[in-house]
């Protein structure tokens, strides 16, 4: 699944893979479950249908249930996604990124929270080096 791919999902298909991978795996009536708006069943199990066509889930039968799992693994997608960020609001700059993190919600931040990135910083310059 190529980071394009991800990134081409409509709003709806989004709510979808949010709900799968919240829920690790669920059946039509599930996601329509935990959908916002009020989507019928018959729509809800047309985008599953969208999805796995697209590659971006897989369906099992149980009995006369389908149930959906994401067919790329949370990690892969979520660096994905990270690199989409990064790149279209950051202009590529993990320090951009950061400073926003740390000016927007750094004054949240515990002590403890504070430490472990600060290990992080110290791990990625060991490994620069």
Do not use: N
Not at 26 to 39: H, I, R
Not at 48 to 63: A, M, P, S
């Amino acid at each position: 699944m190529t980071e394009r791919a991800h990134t081409g999902l409509t709003r709806r298909e989004r709510q979808i893979m949010d709900i799968l991978y919240r829920r690790g795996r669920a059946t039509a009536a599930e996601v329509m479950e935990d959908l916002p708006g009020d989507p019928s069943y018959s729509t809800v199990r047309t985008q599953l249908r969208v999805l796995e066509t697209k590659g971006h889930v897989r369906h099992e039968e149980e009995g006369l249930r389908y149930i959906y799992t994401p067919s790329t693994p949370r990690h892969t997608v979520r660096k994905s996604a990270l690199k989409h960020l990064v790149d279209t609001f950051f202009d590529g700059s993990a320090e951009q990124t950061v400073a926003a993190l740390l000016g927007g919600e750094g004054a949240r931040l515990s002590e403890e929270e504070l430490d472990r990135i600060a290990k992080l910083v110290m791990k990625a310059r060991k490994d620069a080096g």
